[in-house]
């Protein structure tokens, strides 16, 4: 789901899309058009199996749409999850920064 949260801890909070179940060019496109809006920076979010999905989409937004990009940091992480039968399982996530490269543009 390329979502847009509304969050006010993190200026670039609207910049992040979330990936899920959807095809990757649904989140290329979500990618290309944040930085079309005049984003200097996009954050590209997965869990679990959406991992290969969000690393799909950024190289995709990087080597074919915005080659300009650059991916500027990597973030892994694991995060504690209950579900409804109230067990907590652990989930791996990533954030991808993907940023644009203002000398080749």
């Known amino acids: 789901m390329a979502e847009k949260t ?8 609207e910049n992040t899309i979330f990936v899920g179940n959807k095809p990757p060019m ?4 979500a990618v290309v058009t944040q930085f079309n809006n005049g984003s200097d920076e996009v954050i590209v979010k997965a869990r679990g199996r959406a991992i290969s999905r969000a690393v799909d989409t950024a190289e995709i937004a990087r080597n074919r749409f ?4 650059e991916i500027k940091d990597i973030k892994i992480g ?4 209950t579900n409804e039968e109230g067990r907590t399982s652990n ?3 990533i954030e991808i ?3 644009i490269n203002k000398k080749n543009k």
């Not at 509304?6 to 909070?13: E, I, L, N, Q």
């Not at 649904?26 to 496109?29: P, Q, T």
């Open 26 to 29: 649904s989140y290329v496109l």
């Open 97 to 99: 920064y993907l940023s």
């Open 78 to 81: 694991t995060e504690s999850m």
């Open 6 to 13: 509304s969050k006010k801890s993190k200026p670039t909070d």
């Open 66 to 69: 915005m080659k300009n990009s």
């Open 91 to 93: 989930v791996s996530s």
